[in-house]
């Protein structure tokens, strides 16, 4: 269970590097931009992957009988589904927030 403790972990930087990248569209606050796309990356594209895989993981983890939370903290399991409403929020923001025209 050590691989979902690693892919917890993951998934709490990439999280991490999401807010940095709505920031980012806020302000431009950094003005290296291989850095700038580098955070990009990491938060938008492998983000968007790996924070669900890592939830549906803890499903899998739990529905198979062991107990993903012995070996993953409460707080990280909780800061990765904060994450996940997050993703989802910019989403539908993103997609549905325009007016009709």
């Known amino acids: 269970m050590r691989w979902l403790l ?10 991490l ?3 940095a990248s709505l ?3 806020v ?7 291989s850095l700038v796309s580098t955070i990009i990356t990491i938060g938008f594209f492998m983000g968007m992957i790996i924070v669900p895989f890592t939830l549906v993981c803890y499903l899998f983890t739990w ?10 903290p409460k707080w990280l399991a909780l800061s990765i ?3 996940l409403f997050v993703y989802a ?3 539908y923001y993103s997609n549905y927030n325009h007016p009709i025209q």
């Open 6 to 15: 690693f892919l917890s972990r993951l998934a709490f930087i990439c999280g």
């Open 81 to 83: 589904l904060f994450f």
């Open 27 to 33: 302000k431009d606050w950094l003005d290296d931009k």
């Open 23 to 25: 920031s980012l569209l």
């Open 17 to 19: 590097f999401f807010l």
């Open 63 to 72: 529905l198979a009988g062991k107990k993903p939370f012995a070996t993953v």
């Open 89 to 91: 929020g910019y989403v």
